[in-house]
């Protein structure tokens, strides 16, 4: 049987650390929040009292933090306690740089450390459905498969430690693009006196279609806007993909918009709701 050590039990690691319950691995598991952490204990989880005790000889550690400051807290308490060997797996949304960290200091003390962001938001982490981009090497990667597999349906190795983290900025851009003109699609519609509902509809059969189109239109024409992946979260990662840009010398004109999107959103206090809550920004702009 597979001992694990999963910290974070959030929107996403929570039900991510359930599947791997149920598919019969000894999982420990540990939150700031107890409320989290005896939700997966009802499913057969053992409640870890501190990080030390959830990561200390277990052949896997994961992580599913907030951010890079939490990763960073956390994975300097994995150093001190987890034993040699361990595979490390970060699937948290951080900057490719704290991904390369937590790489370098993981192997000096003989760590197994892979990035593996996700894609598929809280639907995708429900029902075991998540895309995963991988950064490592190849035998940590194939070590690894069967966890990927509990949770996710694609995935794929896309380069070195940091890699993973860089396909999740490109595919955050894309996400954070599409709500944006979604949203804007939705008031064109809505203030033309066109069937919105029926428009989306239509939208959705043809070229503009998507899964966000899918996952989202009749929350977002209800103005229902309840996370989901946090306003709060996508700012994080705006900032990532705009440093990201930065180092690679690529202008990205459409992704700096975005960004300004969604920070309006957090302005008007809007942070804690989910990221498809663009829509009153675009409302804002327009005046009512
Ligand atoms: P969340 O805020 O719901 O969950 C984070 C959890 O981490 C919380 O339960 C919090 O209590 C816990 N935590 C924070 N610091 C901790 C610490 N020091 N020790 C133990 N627990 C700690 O966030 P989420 O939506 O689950 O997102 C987690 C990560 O996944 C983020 O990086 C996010 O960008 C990424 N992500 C989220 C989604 C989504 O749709 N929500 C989709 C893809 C990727």
Redesign the pocket.
């Known amino acids: 049987m597979t001992s694990i050590g999963f910290?974070?039990?959030?929107?996403?690691?929570?039900p991510m650390a359930g599947h791997l319950v149920k598919a019969g691995h000894k999982v420990t598991v540990?939150?700031?929040?107890p409320a989290?952490v005896d939700k997966l204990t009802t499913l057969g989880a053992t409640g870890g009292s501190s990080?030390a005790e959830t990561v200390r000889d277990k052949d896997f550690v994961i992580t599913?933090?907030?951010?890079d400051e939490?990763v960073e807290?956390?994975f300097t308490e994995i150093l001190e306690h987890a034993a040699t060997g361990t595979v490390y797996i970060d699937?948290?949304?951080?900057t490719p740089r704290t991904a390369e960290w937590t790489y370098t200091e993981g192997v000096k003390k003989g760590l197994r450390v892979l990035d593996a962001?996700?894609?598929?938001?809280?639907p995708?982490?429900i029902n075991a459905a998540l895309s995963i981009m991988v950064g490592g090497n190849e035998a940590d990667f194939e070590t690894a498969t069967p966890i990927f597999e509990t949770v996710g349906k694609t995935f794929a190795l896309v380069g070195p430690n940091g890699a993973g983290q860089v396909v999740?900025a490109a595919n955050q851009l894309v996400v954070g693009g599409t709500y944006a003109l979604l949203a804007e699609a939705i008031l064109l519609m809505e203030r033309l006196g066109a069937d919105a509902e029926k428009g989306l509809d239509v939208l959705a059969g043809g070229l503009a279609g998507s899964k966000i189109l899918d996952l989202k239109r009749k929350t977002m024409l209800e103005r229902s806007f309840a996370?989901?992946?946090?306003i709060d979260?996508h700012h994080?990662?705006m900032g990532i993909i705009i440093a990201a840009a930065r180092q690679a010398e690529v202008p990205i004109p459409m992704g700096a918009q975005v960004a300004q999107q969604i920070a309006a959103a957090r302005a008007m206090g809007h942070g804690s709701l989910d990221h498809s809550a663009l829509l009153l920004v675009a409302e804002a702009l327009a005046g009512r």
Do not use: C, W
């Open positions: 910290v974070g039990l959030g929107i996403m690691g929570g540990y939150d700031l929040n989290s990080i599913m933090l907030p951010q939490h807290s956390v699937f948290s949304t951080i962001p996700v894609s598929g938001g809280e995708g982490a999740k996370p989901g992946f946090r979260l994080k990662d």
